[in-house]
């Protein structure tokens, strides 16, 4: 079973500060995408990375997938607290997803 | 377009009874996941099916049972409801098997088992 590792496992900062989310694997991934759930939803895709290297931006948020394909990043510039919520990890091989336990980031105004 | 509807949202069962959480998608798709998502844990994948009449098992697959007579459906089932099944169940559905493709999830349902 491949095992995909977030860190932190909480993250609470105050509004304007930048945080990294770290996604660890010992495997390699065809792909490896990131989500961001609220509370009472199911998860919603924000990124996608395929290509070892590859970084990828969406306004302040900045992802990276290893040159290796294992292990990833997120980093989100001048938190918002509408950028709360549970910031979830998924390496897809076969078709098939392997879940991070999350990070749950708070903004504080 | 609803996307992908859960039902129920919420349920409570008493150890050893049955239950079907339903996923229906309005998207063609071809593949569709169950998860369970507990605290702390992040989502473990239950069974998945890339179309309609093929099934397979995923991470934690016992206790749990499924079907895909249509490509819209896909229920899940529990036989003999135990404690160990409490935790949020979520369907997600994909175009196909392409790495860049989008997962999208439905609304989840809660299931108690007491």
């Known amino acids: 079973t491949q095992l995909l590792e977030q860190s932190p496992q909480f993250l609470s900062i105050q509004e304007g500060e930048n945080l990294t989310v770290y996604c660890n694997s010992s495997?390699?991934?065809?792909?490896l995408q990131w989500y961001r759930q609220e509370p009472g939803e199911g998860p919603v895709l924000l990124v996608t990375v395929v290509t070892g290297g590859e970084v990828k931006k969406l306004k302040r948020l900045t992802f990276q997938f290893g040159d290796a394909r294992k292990d990833s990043s997120l980093h989100i510039t001048a938190a918002q607290p509408g950028d709360t919520g549970l910031y979830l990890c998924a390496g897809v091989s076969w078709g098939k997803f392997q879940f991070g336990a999350g990070t749950q980031v708070v903004v504080t105004p | 377009n609803a996307g992908v509807t859960q039902t129920p949202k919420f349920r409570i069962l008493k150890i050893g009874q049955s239950m079907t959480l339903q996923c229906t998608q309005d998207?063609?798709?071809?593949?569709m996941y169950w998860y369970r998502q507990d605290p702390g844990m992040g989502l473990k994948l239950i069974y998945y099916?890339?179309?309609?009449?093929?099934?397979d098992k995923g991470e934690v697959p016992n206790g749990y049972n499924v079907s895909r007579s249509t490509t819209e459906d896909f229920p899940l089932r529990l036989e003999l409801a135990a404690p160990s099944q409490t935790s949020v169940y979520f369907c997600?559905?994909?175009?196909?098997?392409?790495?860049?493709?989008?997962?999208?999830f439905g609304p989840g349902t809660r299931l108690l088992v007491l």
């Open positions: 997600a559905t994909r175009r196909s098997a392409q790495s860049r493709e989008t997962q999208y």
């Open positions: 998207m063609n798709h071809n593949y």
């Open positions: 099916s890339v179309g309609a009449g093929i099934t």
């Open positions: 495997s390699v991934f065809s792909s």
